[in-house]
């Protein structure tokens, strides 16, 4: 009944529009009293929940990604790719994706990598003949690649919840990433197979490559310097995410000199809202997952899911498509804060490595990202590109397609995940 009443409002409260977090908490809320716990166990859960080392990373580096926005660093980037790539076949579709790789790996996020990334290469695509529905699309599957790609918001969350090294995370996540950016290229070159509108766009000559890659420069170091100094050991990833705000600071006001002292108000204000925001789910899924364990459901659910076969293969498959189905209707922190306390038992049991699973969980929850009927990258790629959800649900298809087999070879090959962690010596 406490399984019943938890869900049950919790799904109920999110199909009505609820904030998530809201949604969690008062469907904890109602969980607790059902359950004759006190309520004055709420407030020490919730800061328990948020009370971690790791967690402080998550504002840090919603903080770096604003910074770079302000500084103009996503302008240059798509720049040096068009340069290098744009002129080819198919060329700005590769620099979506380019883009949003290196992107990713500053702003830790979905949405943010949309947003910076959009309105430059959206109306760029359209001018060049690809229409407004496919580069919305193509937008919207790149941004996600923002919590595959490390540093990633969602390593740092999934991390908390089950003590897995952030560090390694972040190197197992980066062969993934690649392909999951590589597969929707081609799901975009495919799609476009037949467009004879496209326009080519000119050769740059090598001294305007070596131009736009100055240009560009202090902005391909900023993944280098904070990946680097994570896997050299010069510093934690929570201490990576502080240098990131640092030097995103420095050039942006003294090298590039695009940010001004007055945009550091609505800078600050912008990252502290998004963390506020972020840190609210996470405080509300804490007391929600404290329930799950407490009253046994989490213990109770994870029998259930081994009882389903024998075969390890066959919970694998379970376990992606329960989380695919979340991914639908939840952000990532909401859905491992919730699910975890169930699958991790599920995954120990079946001797899945829990670094290996934070890869692939994680590609579910991108792929959600555009996915109907949250998928928010979807919304926000549509807003740049000003054309209602519903005109690129036929052009997502083949990048849903091609997240899912990118997902199913990340699942079952666990090696492309770990090899890279082992490599350096991680595991």
């Known amino acids: 009944m406490m399984t019943l009443i938890l869900f049950g409002l919790f799904f109920l409260l999110v199909f009505l529009n609820v904030p998530i977090a809201i949604s969690l908490g008062m469907a904890a809320s109602i969980g607790l009293m059902y359950g004759q716990f006190p309520l004055s166990v709420i407030p020490s859960i919730l800061y328990s929940g948020t009370a971690k080392f790791t967690l402080l990373a998550i504002p840090f580096f919603i903080l770096a990604g604003s910074i770079m926005e302000y500084a103009g660093i996503s302008r240059r980037l798509i720049h040096f790719a068009n340069a290098c790539v744009g002129h080819r076949k198919g060329g700005l579709m590769a620099v979506v994706v380019i883009v949003a790789c290196f992107f990713a790996a500053i702003s830790g996020s979905g949405p943010a990598t949309v947003a910076a990334i959009g309105p430059i290469l959206i109306p760029a695509m359209v001018k060049a003949g690809y229409g407004k529905n496919m580069p919305a699309a193509l937008v919207s599957a790149s941004g996600a690649i923002g919590i595959i790609i490390p540093p990633s918001i969602a390593y740092v969350v999934y991390a908390s919840c089950t003590d897995v090294s952030v560090g390694a995370l972040f190197t197992a996540g980066i062969v993934p990433g690649v392909l999951v950016g590589v597969a929707y290229y081609m799901?975009?070159?495919?799609?476009?197979?037949?467009?004879?509108?496209?326009?080519?766009?000119?050769?740059?000559?090598?001294?305007?490559?070596?131009?736009?890659?100055?240009?560009?420069?202090?902005?391909?170091?900023?993944?280098?310097?904070?990946?680097?100094?994570?896997?050299?050991?010069?510093?934690?990833?929570?201490?990576?995410?502080?240098v990131a705000v640092i030097y995103g600071l420095i050039v942006g006001i003294f090298i590039y000199r695009e940010i001004k002292l007055k945009d550091l108000y609505h800078i600050f204000i912008e990252s502290a809202v998004s963390s506020a925001t972020v840190m609210f789910i996470i405080a509300a899924a804490a007391v929600f997952a404290w329930i799950l364990t407490t009253s046994q459901i989490a213990s109770q659910?994870?029998?259930?899911?081994?009882?389903?076969?024998?075969?390890?293969?066959?919970?694998?498959?379970?376990?992606?498509?329960?989380?695919?189905?979340?991914?639908?209707?939840?952000?990532?922190?909401?859905?491992?804060?919730?699910?975890?306390?169930?699958?991790?038992?599920?995954?120990?049991?079946i001797d899945v490595s829990l670094?290996?699973?934070?890869?692939?969980?994680?590609?579910?929850?991108?792929?959600?990202?555009?996915?109907?009927?949250?998928?928010?990258?979807?919304?926000?790629?549509?807003?740049?590109?000003?054309?209602?959800?519903?005109?690129?649900?036929?052009?997502?298809?083949?990048?849903?397609?091609?997240?899912?087999?990118?997902?199913?070879?990340?699942?079952?090959?666990?090696?492309?995940?770990?090899?890279?962690?082992?490599?350096?010596?991680?595991?």
């Open 187 to 242: 799901a975009a070159a495919w799609d476009s197979r037949g467009n004879k509108e496209i326009i080519p766009q000119p050769k740059m000559s090598t001294k305007e490559r070596m131009v736009a890659f100055k240009d560009a420069f202090w902005g391909l170091m900023t993944p280098v310097i904070i990946l680097g100094g994570i896997y050299a050991g010069v510093f934690t990833p929570t201490e990576a995410a502080g």
């Open 301 to 349: 659910l994870s029998q259930i899911v081994l009882s389903v076969s024998d075969n390890r293969y066959v919970i694998l498959l379970l376990i992606n498509i329960i989380f695919l189905i979340a991914g639908c209707f939840l952000d990532a922190n909401s859905a491992f804060y919730i699910l975890l306390p169930i699958m991790v038992p599920v995954l120990n049991a």
């Open 355 to 427: 670094l290996h699973a934070g890869v692939f969980l994680t590609v579910n929850m991108a792929i959600g990202q555009i996915t109907h009927p949250v998928g928010i990258n979807l919304y926000v790629g549509c807003n740049v590109a000003d054309i209602p959800v519903a005109d690129i649900c036929k052009k997502i298809i083949p990048f849903l397609i091609a997240g899912i087999v990118a997902l199913f070879l990340l699942t079952f090959v666990p090696q492309i995940s770990l090899f890279l962690p082992k490599l350096i010596g991680q595991i």
